[in-house]
């Protein structure tokens, strides 16, 4: 993975070994950002953002999410190759050495552990699921040819500050720059492509990305690319200078409705299909739960204002 700083007035506290940091960013006060997911989640429902990002409650993995990481690890190794090897199969070949190292991150092995006594048996094999990995990997070269794209970037830090003090931040997968200058910024989905009335919503995450690095190069990418790897589609877009100027104000929007409800402690729920897959319905009170007691000195600790009282121990 790497990091380009592509802003020079952003500090990165996360970013680097520790022993590494500097003095200076040792001391420099820890600040709040927004990221493509974090936004998407409180539009989605404020309650969920809480939860993931100042309560940071756990959550399990799913097989399919770790196979959207495995899969987009070896995308990004594919590219350490030289152009003339990057072939199917040898991009198969690195699906195992992949899943070696993915494997060694907390929740993920246990998700293949056999099934207790009484429970029902997966029915998906550790074989068959890494089979399937494999199968969106080839399925990636009949969408693009590898051998021909040489990326500037790729799983990419790229950060801004805008003139109001909102830090933006988020990771493109590959960030590919014409000789022309012309900017394409791709993004691996492994997913199905959603209808037409949903690709609003698919667009958000890369609109984010253009803006980012439109105030960042001063150049608008020429290319929006969301390749989808499930059934081998790819969808497109090229947005406008207009375009991102109105979606900076709607981040812009999002972000102080984030700082409301952190300085108040009313992050309210929005039930909607989504609810069937998350995680948190027994602290949500549109399941019955009870939220618990908002993290006012989490909240601080990071950069936040809250006029919340903080709780103090003897």
Request: aromatic share 8%; with cysteine.
């Amino acid at each position: 993975m790497t990091t380009t700083e592509l802003s020079l007035d952003v500090t990165d506290l996360s970013a680097g070994p520790a022993d590494q940091r500097t003095t200076a960013a040792d001391t420099t006060p820890r600040r709040p950002s927004l990221s493509p997911s974090r936004a998407a989640d409180f539009k989605t429902c404020p309650l969920l953002y809480r939860f993931r990002t100042i309560d940071r409650l756990p959550e399990k993995k799913s097989r399919a999410a770790v196979r959207g990481t495995l899969v987009h690890a070896v995308l990004e190794k594919l590219y350490d190759l030289p152009a003339a090897e990057r072939t199917v199969a040898a991009a198969r070949e690195l699906v195992d050495p992949a899943w070696v190292e993915l494997r060694e991150e907390p929740g993920v092995a246990e998700l293949f552990d056999p099934p207790a006594e009484g429970t029902e048996k997966p029915a998906e094999t550790l074989e068959a699921w890494l089979a399937s990995a494999g199968d969106l990997v080839e399925t990636y070269f009949r969408l693009e040819d590898p051998t021909r794209i040489q990326p500037e970037g790729r799983e990419e830090l790229v950060q801004v500050t805008l003139p109001d003090g909102l830090l933006l931040r988020g990771y493109v997968d590959r960030l590919d720059v014409a000789r022309n200058g012309a900017l394409r910024v791709v993004d691996y989905k492994t997913g199905g492509m959603p209808r037409e009335a949903f690709e609003a919503k698919a667009l958000f995450q890369m609109k984010f990305y253009a803006l980012v690095l439109w105030r960042t190069r001063g150049v608008v990418a020429a290319q929006l690319k969301l390749i989808y790897l499930k059934n081998g589609d790819v969808l497109t877009y090229a947005p406008d200078e207009a375009e991102l100027l109105r979606f900076e104000r709607t981040l812009q929007a999002i972000w102080a409705a984030i700082g409301k409800a952190v300085e108040t402690g009313d992050f309210r729920p929005n039930r909607s299909r989504l609810c069937s897959w998350c995680d948190h319905q027994a602290f949500c009170p549109s399941f019955g739960g009870t939220p618990p007691p908002f993290p006012a000195e989490a909240a601080a600790a990071a950069g936040w204002r809250t006029t919340l009282p903080m709780t103090t121990t003897a």
